[in-house]
């Protein structure tokens, strides 16, 4: 069998996982392996980093990394810290491949592994269930620093079984949990919901 093989040259073509996070080539015995192609932002992601405020050096978390569209698109052309949080354990270490200079964890956006005030912008790859919503604001606060922006992407109008959180509704709770001017802005198809941590010391406290 052996010496049969040898007379032909083979190639073999495995499927690592679904999402193609290695493929294996062999020609000739010969074997190369090639990472799959960076992920694409969708329109959700499109919006969010649309309305995000960035300076240079900024530190930024995406509480829904799905994958390493919108954290790679923004440090492309700004230096950032960029951090993101994946709620998936097996795509967890192929986000981390794909943004080698990024702090990619495996948890869950209503306990965020970071202490307070580490991140000048707190961003979401996708839109937030209302169940998720009250938890997740208030991790967002905690970890912003004072005077960083969130900006949570959302629906104009969530149907009969549709989970996720509307517009009026995010706003809403946004405010409720402290953050200020907060506002609505479209990008395409899509909106996100924008707001700031105040920079004013609570009151009683010396600046």
Known sequence: MLELL????IMITIL?????SMITKATGWQKTAEMP????????????ACWATLEEHDSVLDLFCRNSALLGSLSKNLKLHVCGICDNPAEAPYI???L???DIVYAQPFDIPW???AFDA??????????????????????????????????????KNDNSTDKKSL????????????????????GVAVGWKSNRAPYGECV
Not at 6 to 9: I, S, W
């Open 6 to 9: 040898q007379k032909y040259d």
């Open 16 to 20: 690592i996982n679904r999402r193609g």
């Open 37 to 48: 192609r960076a992920a694409r932002m969708d329109s959700v992601m499109r919006a969010v």
């Open 96 to 98: 981390r491949r794909q």
């Open 100 to 102: 080698s200079d990024a």
């Open 115 to 117: 202490r307070d005030d």
């Open 122 to 159: 707190v961003l979401s790859s996708k839109c937030l269930e209302y169940n998720e919503i009250t938890p997740v604001l208030r991790e967002a606060m905690r970890v912003l620093k004072p005077g960083g922006q969130i900006v949570l992407p959302t629906k104009l109008f969530s149907g």
């Open 171 to 190: 706003m809403c709770m946004m405010e409720q949990e402290g953050f200020e001017s907060v506002s609505w802005r479209m990008s395409g198809l899509h």
